[in-house]
Structures are given as C-alpha cells and as structure tokens.
C-alpha cells in the first residue's frame, strides 16, 4: 500500500513497476529518481484522510524525471480526487521531452482540452504509444462482457495506440484529434450516438480494434450517408451509379480494422446501412455480436428503404469471395430476433471458425456462409443444430454430414464464455 520515503536513495534506479498494486500514493522522494526512465503504479483506494490520499502532493514534480520515457498510471474510479491530482501531471509533461509512452485516465473532455493545448505535439508525433481514458467511470463489481474479450483489448492497448471514450455525449473534436492517430477505439456508455460513421470514417483509417459496449441510441456502424457528406454527394437516386462509383475507387471504408467487437446494443439494428464498395472492412479478421435485441440480419443482398443493408451485389465480386475476405472467427451470441447472416450471400473466404449461441430464429443457414475451405468448427447448441434447416434444396447428405462433422455443442451447464474461446 505504501513505499517507504528510503526509496529516493536508490539513486539509480531506472525501473518502477508498481501496476496491479494497491498503492495508495507515492513518497516526495520520487523525484530524488532522475535516471528514472519507467514508472507504471496503480492507484486503487483511498487513504483514511485527504492528506495521504495525496498521490503527487504539492512539493513532487514529475518534471524532474526528465529521462522518463514511460508513463503509465491506472486509477481506480471512484471519486472525483483523481481530477485535481491528473491536473499537476498534465501540466509536468510539456518537460518530459524524452517520454513516448502515456497511458492516463483523463475523467472530462475539459482535462484532454487541457493536455492538447499545454502539449499540443505529444500525441503526435512524441508518443509512439498511449493510451486515453476519457469521461467519467463508473467502477463495477461484475463485468458484463467475457473476459476473454477485455483481457484482449487490454492486451492489444500495450503495444498500440489506444483511446477509450465512456460516459460522453456529442462528438468532442479533441476525441476527433487523438483518434486520427489511435489504432484502437472503445467507446462505451455514449448517450447521443446513432452510429459509429459520426466521429468520422476518415478518421479511423487507422483503426485495427474497434470494442462498442452499451451504446442504447448506436442504430448502426457506418451508415453510407457519410459517404456523400464527406465526398460532397447529394446522395440521391438519380446519380446512383456515380455514387456507387465514388465508393468503389475512392473509399476503403474501415479497411484496417481487424477486430470488431460489440456488445450490450439495445436499438441496433445492423453493421451498416447503405451500400458500400468491396473495400469494406477488407482487413477484418474478428466479429463478435453479443447482445444485441433489436439485430435482425448482419449482411444482406436488398438495397430498400430502412433494409439492413451491407453491400449491393453489383458492386462486388461475392463469387470469387472478395467480401470480408480475411474474416476468421464470428461469434453470434444471445441475439434473439437473429434470422440471417447473410441472406446466402458469399462471405468471408478464410472463416475457421463460427460460434452461435441462443439465436432462436437463426434457423437457416447457407453454404455460402460457411463456403470456407478453411472451416474448423461450428459451435452452437444442440437443440439448434439438430433443427437447422439449410436454404439448399439440392445439399447432399455427404455435405450435410461433412458440416456436422465440424459441429461442436455448447454445454448450458459449463463456463460459457471458456468454450466460445477455447479451440
């Protein structure tokens, strides 16, 4: 809970790894460390009165580590304190000309403002690394999603450049600001969004991981509308095929991102609305719906008014399997109004695996759907499996035993979560 005040003695101490402790705050003779070149503590509690709770009181500055490279500082959420204590630190950093890695829970856009305007070149191109916790947590003793699911994005935030957006309203353009660099984005608990398009495509060309949890107003993830905004299009049907053209040749929507995960959507409604170019999510290896009450169809062929529309047939090769052409595992789990992936449309060429779990009316599939030579393992339950129908008439029993031959059932009375992830 406490270092000892000696450890400013250590004079050439390079090192301090204090993550996952239950530090309550750091000793004035920290900034005795001047060959300091990490420091990563964890700030869990509070202390029995303000003064102890202190975690850089007034005399400690972090300006006197001036070889600091790495910066990383977790905070547990529970109080407003942490707001004055960040406000020192933001102001020390514009000194640490050698820092390169920052990790920092900024609970207000305020804070974030603050830290652009005193150290407008840290984000870039200073830090090679951070990671940003904007808005105000709220701590929780029960973790809605699967471990599995954030123990990855924690681990991916370690070697890349991460932003989590919680509690926010509105699009903040200083959240535009470090998401142009981010190559990971998490946006949780957003009051005002409909759909992940408004903080701008062109601004997560970046983007490799993308995790969206409880967002009750997100309707859908890119919704082609922003296309003819950003490209100056009126979007209407008389130059439909010019439009088409526009997409196609000049927008790789997403095509970094790799990892989409997204769980807790009370009023979603699909991945995208519109149609798109073949480009779309090209690099996209994960899918994960979790959740999601009002999903009805992920992929669809129809272009129509309101239909959940992800790609129009004209425009991309799904013969030769060119549409989410590096996809390797789909998870599909409590998605109860679920009737159809992809309406038979040919996707994801290089699938490996599929796991789908309480989807009630998914109760056809295609072998375009799973067309992948690559196809490992189905995991459902067995209820499911045994009165899935297939939409071709003309499937052989030789198929049909070949596909249950990759089907692995899902216990009711095990660790759900370690059997979706476990090979």
Wanted: charged share 25%; net charge negative; hydrophobic share 40%.
């Amino acid at each position: 809970m406490e270092l000892p005040p000696e450890i400013g003695e250590l004079t050439n101490l390079e090192v301090i790894d204090l993550e996952g402790t239950e530090i309550i705050y750091l000793p004035n003779e920290i900034v005795k460390l001047i060959k300091l070149s990490s420091l990563k503590v964890s700030f869990y509690r509070y202390a029995n009165n303000y003064q102890e709770r202190r975690v850089w009181v007034v005399t400690t500055s972090l300006s006197n580590l001036s070889r600091l490279h790495e910066l990383r500082i977790d905070v547990n959420p529970d109080g407003d304190w942490w707001d004055v204590e960040v406000k020192t630190i933001i102001h020390d950093l514009c000194s640490l000309r050698e820092l390169r890695t920052l990790k920092l829970y900024l609970p207000t856009i305020e804070l974030l403002e603050e830290l652009i305007r005193d150290s407008p070149s840290l984000i870039c191109p200073a830090l090679t690394h951070f990671r940003f916790i904007v808005g105000r947590q709220v701590e929780r003793f029960l973790s809605r999603l699967p471990r599995e699911v954030e123990e990855e994005f924690n681990n991916l935030e370690k070697s890349e450049k991460g932003l989590k957006y919680v509690n926010g309203e509105g699009i903040p353009i200083k959240i535009i600001e470090v998401l142009k660099h981010a190559n990971a984005f998490s946006l949780e608990h957003h009051w005002t969004v409909n759909n992940l398009s408004e903080f701008g495509l062109q601004n997560m060309d970046k983007l490799k991981f993308c995790f969206l949890v409880e967002c009750n107003e997100l309707r859908t993830i890119i919704d082609a509308k922003q296309f003819y905004q950003e490209g100056d299009c009126e979007g209407d049907d008389s130059n439909e095929s010019e439009q088409y053209s526009y997409f196609n040749e000049e927008k790789m929507v997403l095509g970094s991102l790799q990892y989409l995960s997204i769980h807790y959507m009370k009023n979603m409604e699909s991945i995208c609305q519109g149609s798109v170019g073949k480009g779309c999510l090209s690099n996209l290896k994960f899918l994960a719906l979790h959740t999601c009450l009002s999903l009805t169809t992920i992929f669809t062929l129809k272009i129509a008014p309101r239909s959940l529309t992800f790609v129009d047939l004209k425009y991309s090769d799904s013969k030769s399997g060119h549409f989410l052409p590096n996809l390797k595992k789909i998870l599909l789990l409590e998605l109860p109004k679920l009737v159809s992936i992809s309406n038979g449309l040919c996707i994801a060429p290089k699938l490996e695996r599929m796991v789908i779990f309480f989807c009630p009316k998914l109760v056809k599939l295609s072998t375009m759907e799973v067309s992948s030579k690559d196809l490992k393992v189905i995991k459902g339950e067995n209820e499911w499996w045994g009165e899935l129908k297939w939409h071709e008439s003309d499937l052989s029993s030789d198929h049909q035993d070949y596909l249950a031959s990759m089907f692995v059932p899902l216990r009711r009375d095990g660790d759900l979560m370690a059997q979706f992830t476990k090979d």
